[in-house]
């Protein structure tokens, strides 16, 4: 099973912006994608991108300040955002997927354990 790991957490005020890395132990997922979980709400999925392609899809809540990238060689992905904002506080993770619906979050396994990122106003 890959094993993923975030970095590029932590505090940032607000209007900045931030890049998180998610590196993979092994290139062996058809898509990975970007979440964050404030305290007391839902898991939100945020952003994924297609490993072998690198086609990119975005929540409607982010489209417009993120940037989901990956380099292949490093098996390594990465989220931007800028225009941050109080309530992007949360923490973020990453997770891959075989096969599916991008919003199928059920079927995003190997979860990393995530990254604190706090904004401040």
């Known amino acids: 099973q890959v094993q993923l790991e975030e970095s590029g957490g932590g505090l940032v005020q607000a209007g900045g912006a931030l890049r998180l890395s998610c590196t993979a132990s092994?290139?062996?997922?058809?898509?990975l994608a970007w979440f964050r979980q404030a305290p007391g709400k839902e898991r939100q999925i945020l952003a994924a991108?297609?490993?072998?392609?690198?086609?990119?899809w975005y929540a409607d809540s982010v489209k417009d300040r993120s940037t989901i990238s990956r380099d292949y060689a490093k098996n390594t992905a990465y989220l931007q955002m800028h225009s941050l904002r109080p309530d992007d506080t949360a923490v973020y993770s990453c997770a891959v997927q075989d096969e599916g619906a991008v919003t199928a979050v059920q079927l995003y396994h190997s979860w990393g354990p995530g990254t604190q990122v706090t904004v401040s106003s």
């Open positions: 092994r290139r062996t997922f058809a898509r």
């Open positions: 991108i297609s490993w072998s392609g690198g086609t990119t």
